[in-house]
């Protein structure tokens, strides 16, 4: 180009075998493009070349190949997360159960492993609740499994370029092990964002293979509901600033949020019965953010 950059034209051809009908929830979504649209593509890119630049800053981790270990533990915990929601081609999942919106699955990679997800609607745009959801004060609030306690940051690799998207390793839990610690990653994009944290020995400080640190994630997906760009359409195609305007702010739209967690559990006929345990996590989980967050129950 005249300015002695480049501009590269990339191309994708994606054939999707589209078996299920687009759940209502995330239809506009999906239809918008928002969901799987070059931009995202792009943006996901775009992110991980950020995080091979998060890489070479300095850090609290002394050792190279310590920060190493960890970006890419953080990289299978949140493949090991989205999986543990979609599954894929090495990762089956057999479902359980279907109960009030809560679908629990049944997986063996190295065991038995129970996995319960859900998706709820929140009259809140996507960045509060991310905010509320990252942030390491409340985290007693939004994770059940903290049991009320404090945690403290220990690690925190940042992304410059985007302030949400970082890892960290917390202190907290108090499960009696003072070699537990907690893996999160955080990260927002166009499309939406995720917080995604995991119990981990203290050894993923040292220059370990982390190909055989075996991870639980639970954690957050929020998205746009697409309600708002949606009335911005319709204001648009009424040629009436006014309506437009005050469709806009009748209804801003909202967020969608899918929580997930997932246990291990011993034998075969354990899982039913840990069903019910799951279950619990899911329905108090979802009960502590609405509460901490004043939207309706």
């Known amino acids: 180009m005249p300015n002695g950059k480049s501009k590269v034209t990339w191309i ?3 054939e999707v075998e589209d078996r299920n009908p687009v759940h209502m929830l995330y239809r506009n979504v999906i239809y918008s493009g928002v969901a799987f649209g070059a931009e995202k593509w792009l943006t996901t890119l775009q992110i991980m070349c950020e995080r091979i630049a998060s890489y070479l800053m300095d850090s609290v981790i002394p050792s190279p190949d310590g920060k190493r270990t960890m970006m890419k533990l953080t990289q299978r915990m949140v493949t090991n997360f989205c999986e543990s929601i979609n599954g894929s081609a090495s990762h089956r999942w057999t479902t359980l159960s279907t109960l009030n919106e809560i679908t629990v699955r049944k997986s063996q990679p190295n065991g038995e492993v129970l996995s319960a997800s859900t998706i709820i609607w929140l009259p809140l745009p996507p960045q509060t609740v991310f905010n509320f959801l990252n942030d390491e004060r409340k985290r007693s ?3 059940v499994l903290s049991n009320g306690n404090d945690v403290q940051e220990v690690v925190h690799i940042a992304n410059v370029s985007r302030p949400g998207n970082c890892i960290s390793v917390f202190n907290g839990f108090s499960t009696g092990n003072n070699n ?10 166009s499309s939406g964002s995720l917080v995604v944290s995991c119990p981990v020995d ?3 400080m040292s220059e370990v293979d982390p190909s055989y640190i075996q991870l639980l994630p639970s954690g957050f997906i929020i ?5 708002q760009n949606d009335n911005n359409i319709q204001g ?13 702010n009748t209804n ?10 997932q246990i291990m559990v011993n034998s075969l006929p354990s899982n039913m019965e840990s ?16 509460a901490a967050l004043n939207c309706p129950m």
């Open 180 to 189: 537990m610690l907690i893996l999160q990653e955080s990260c927002v994009d």
């Open 275 to 290: 069903v019910p345990v799951v279950n619990g996590l899911i329905c108090k989980t979802v009960e502590q953010i609405k």
């Open 236 to 248: 648009g195609n009424s040629g009436n600033d006014d309506v437009a305007s005050t469709s806009s």
């Open 202 to 204: 203290s050894s993923i």
């Open 12 to 14: 994708e051809h994606v």
């Open 141 to 143: 609030q939004s994770n």
């Open 252 to 261: 801003i739209g909202g967020s969608l949020l899918t929580v997930a967690f």
């Open 223 to 227: 998205t746009s509901d697409g309600k």
